[in-house]
C-alpha cells in the first residue's frame, strides 16, 4: 500500500503541482473511490498551512475535509462527524507530534525550500489515513486504483 500510495502523492506533487491538502483529497478519494469534486479541490487550494501561514498542516485539513464529505455522503450526523474528526486529529498528533505545518514539515521553511519537501511526510500521512479511516465501519479497505 505505501508502494501505491508514494506513487499517487509523487504524481499529485510533481505532475499535477498541488499542495499537501489537495494531494490527501486525491489520494483518499482513489482509496475509497469517492470523487472529489472540482469545487471541493479549488476550496483546498490555500489550505497548505493556511496559503503558507505555517498554521495548520494540510494534510490535517485535507483529511477533516474528507472524512466530513465521505461521512455526510454516508448518513452520518454531524455530531458524529464532529467527534470522528476529534478522534483523527488527536490521533494524528499522538503519532506525528502536531497539527501544525510549522512543526511538521522536515527542515523547517526557509526562502531556500526545494520544492514538495513534504513528500515523505505526505506518503506517511497519507498511510496513517489510510488506516484510520479503513477502522471505521462506514469505510471499507480498498486497494488503490
Not at 482513489?30 to 496559503?51: E, K, N, R, V, Y
Not at 523547517?108 to 479511516?133: K, R
Request: net charge negative.
Amino acid at each position: 500500500m505505501e508502494k501505491l500510495i508514494g506513487e499517487k502523492v509523487r504524481h499529485a506533487y510533481w505532475d499535477l503541482d498541488i499542495n499537501c491538502a489537495r494531494t490527501a483529497l486525491t489520494c483518499l478519494g482513489d482509496i475509497f473511490q469517492f470523487p472529489i469534486s472540482q469545487q471541493t479541490m479549488a476550496a483546498a487550494i490555500g489550505l497548505h498551512g493556511a496559503g503558507g501561514y505555517r498554521a495548520q498542516c494540510g494534510l490535517v485539513e485535507g483529511a477533516l475535509m474528507f472524512i466530513g464529505m465521505y461521512l455526510a455522503d454516508k448518513g452520518r450526523a454531524d455530531a458524529a462527524i464532529a467527534e470522528t474528526c476529534y478522534q483523527f486529529a488527536e490521533q494524528f498528533t499522538g503519532r506525528f507530534g502536531s497539527l501544525r505545518c510549522f512543526d511538521l514539515r522536515p527542515n523547517g521553511f526557509s526562502d531556500n525550500d526545494p520544492p514538495h519537501a513534504c513528500e515523505a511526510l505526505t506518503v506517511s500521512g497519507v498511510g496513517f489515513m489510510y488506516d484510520f479511516l479503513a477502522g471505521i465501519k462506514e469505510f471499507s479497505r480498498r486497494e488503490l486504483s
